[in-house]
């Protein structure tokens, strides 16, 4: 059974930081590109960040460039999303995703497989 399972999340103040991680099991993903989306309460899911299935291709939402970095390890079974400066507009639950032979999409609709979830509290 393919799964995506994020950690990492949790509570903290503005300005902090978190380092989210997204596990892949299930099937190899070396082949796939890997994305980070967020959605807030009453508010449509968005792109935060992505990483080509090389690995030479990242892509950051223009409200989180400079703040958050996407990297996988050398294995592409764990992706991680260091975010760091953080702001309460960060507030979100944030999902792991995987695009075949992805080159860091901004688009959902290319993810295949999706997580399910972890909650990130940025308090003011």
């Known amino acids: 059974q393919v799964k995506l399972v994020e950690s990492g999340g949790g509570l903290v103040q503005a300005g902090g930081s978190l380092r989210l991680s997204c596990a892949a099991s299930?099937?190899?993903?070396?082949?796939?590109?890997m994305g980070w989306f967020r959605q807030a309460p009453g508010k449509e899911r968005q792109f935060v960040a992505a990483i080509s299935w090389s690995g030479d291709i990242t892509n950051y939402a223009d409200s989180v460039k400079g703040r958050f970095t996407i990297s996988r390890d050398q294995d592409k079974i764990t992706t991680f999303l260091q975010m760091n400066s953080l702001k309460p507009e960060d507030t979100a639950v944030y999902y792991c995703?995987?695009?075949?032979?992805?080159?860091?999409?901004?688009?959902?609709?290319?993810?295949?497989?999706w997580g399910q979830g972890t909650q990130v509290t940025v308090s003011s």
């Open positions: 299930g099937r190899s993903f070396v082949s796939y590109g």
């Open positions: 995703a995987a695009e075949y032979v992805g080159r860091g999409s901004r688009w959902s609709d290319e993810y295949e497989y």
